[in-house]
């Protein structure tokens, strides 16, 4: 199969084809004439944090919902987080989980271990019987305060004990500024060792991460909305608008942007649970804003694309390349429309970005097969791949 169009290819749009078999690019050239694809060839996302409920809380979201709501934003692989219920601490249930997700995924899946106090002492020994089989992006996201926290000192421990990429959500559980929370967090860590910090709120933390061994994700929400403009809560919470406009002239900092999709019903966020659906929306959103000038396209491709893959070790995935997996995107930059909820496909049904203009998918494909078309899947669940050891 060969594709020629306007494709995004090492840094730049080029007009070239594609060639493609055994869904892996074999060749990129302006010699190479396939069929016409009208638009912009964009490598497929790589959303590394997103929260797939499932088990008890499939009614607020499943594998199968949240994994179609990705291949409509135009994402290829997710990396799912382990604090579901019951959470992903042992290899009992991660591969009770996998198990779900290789009969429902729409897109490729990739899973997380839980870290708690409970499990620090065999984590090694639990990783090892899991990668017999598949392969465990990070531990983590692994939490310093609220449900399934751990001390500094299990971090630590854990960190000496598996040679593995460990992701943590930031906030220092003896601080009550939020603010502060994050940067005493990031700031103790880093003494520590090298992690990956997920959704970081504040320009500060950001900062030190910058000028550190260690690398950082930032989200949508955090960069659009401050917490005089959205009351209802996420973790970490919304800063005040000073605080979101530095983190925005900061976004060049960031080694990943990641939506930290996070499904609850409107019932359960009025009563204040934590966290916004946003996997459907990302990509498309900032590819409007590229388009706009707002943000660099180069810069939307390395931390929604390039850095993933290279950060969290997924072997062929990433930007267009011979030998990478044929996963693209293509985007009619003329379809522009307000994002609305009830043209979504997370199951809860709202969404905070309401009304932001967005860009959506025209096509999708994944290793080399065309999987949506104009709105319509062409696939059923279950086409995704889970990821191998």
């Keep these: 199969m060969i594709?020629?169009?306007?494709?995004?290819?090492?840094?730049?749009?080029?007009?070239?084809?594609?060639?493609?078999?055994?869904g892996v690019v074999v060749d990129i050239g302006k010699d190479k004439r396939g069929k016409s694809v009208d638009g912009i060839i964009m490598p497929a996302g790589i959303d590394v944090h997103v929260h797939f409920r499932d088990f008890k809380e499939s009614y607020k979201e499943t594998i199968e919902s949240g994994?179609?709501?990705?291949?409509?934003?135009?994402?290829?692989?997710?990396?799912?987080?382990?604090?579901?219920?019951?959470?992903?601490?042992d290899?009992?249930?991660?591969?009770?989980?996998?198990?779900?997700?290789?009969?429902?995924?729409?897109?490729?899946?990739?899973?997380?271990?839980?870290?708690?106090?409970?499990?620090?002492?065999?984590?090694?020994?639990?990783?090892?019987?899991?990668?017999?089989?598949?392969?465990?992006?990070?531990?983590?996201?692994?939490?310093?305060?609220?449900?399934?926290?751990?001390?500094?000192?299990?971090?630590?421990?854990?960190?000496?004990?598996?040679?593995?990429?460990?992701?943590?959500?930031?906030?220092?559980?003896?601080?009550?500024?939020?603010?502060?929370?994050?940067?005493?967090?990031?700031?103790?860590?880093?003494?520590?060792?090298?992690?990956?910090?997920?959704h970081i709120s504040t320009a500060k933390a950001l900062d030190m991460i910058y000028n550190s061994e260690s690398t950082s994700e930032v989200t949508p929400h955090h960069l659009l909305y401050s917490k005089e403009v959205v009351k209802f809560k996420v973790n970490p919470s919304l800063k005040s608008n000073e605080e979101r406009v530095a983190l925005v002239r900061n976004f060049y900092k960031a080694d990943i942007l990641s939506s930290d999709h996070a499904p609850h019903t409107l019932e359960e966020k009025w009563e204040g649970a934590p966290g916004f659906p946003g996997v459907e929306t990302l990509y498309p959103m900032f590819f409007y804003m590229a388009k706009k000038g707002y943000i660099k396209i180069n810069d939307l491709v390395e931390k929604f694309v390039v850095n993933p893959a290279k950060i969290f070790g997924f072997d062929r995935y990433g930007e267009i390349e011979v030998g990478n997996y044929a996963n693209f995107v293509v985007f009619d930059p003329h379809r522009e429309r307000p994002i609305k909820a009830k043209d979504l496909h997370s199951k809860v049904g709202w969404t905070i970005y309401e009304g932001l203009m967005a860009v959506f998918p025209k096509d999708v494909y994944i290793r080399g097969e065309k999987v949506l078309e104009d709105g319509e899947i062409l696939i059923d669940r279950g086409f995704g791949k889970v990821l191998q050891a």
């Design 91 to 198: 290899e009992e249930i991660y591969f009770k989980r996998m198990e779900i997700a290789e009969r429902s995924t729409y897109v490729d899946y990739s899973l997380n271990l839980g870290l708690v106090k409970d499990n620090v002492d065999e984590i090694d020994e639990i990783l090892k019987k899991i990668e017999e089989k598949y392969y465990v992006p990070a531990i983590g996201e692994v939490f310093l305060k609220g449900k399934m926290s751990v001390s500094y000192e299990t971090l630590e421990k854990a960190k000496k004990t598996v040679n593995k990429l460990i992701t943590v959500h930031a906030e220092d559980p003896n601080e009550e500024d939020d603010v502060m929370a994050e940067v005493k967090a990031v700031e103790r860590c880093l003494k520590m060792n090298r992690f990956h910090f997920c």
């Design 67 to 89: 994994s179609l709501s990705a291949l409509y934003g135009g994402v290829c692989l997710v990396v799912d987080q382990p604090n579901t219920n019951p959470p992903i601490v």
């Design 3 to 22: 594709i020629y169009g306007n494709v995004f290819y090492k840094g730049r749009i080029v007009e070239c084809g594609i060639e493609v078999e055994n």
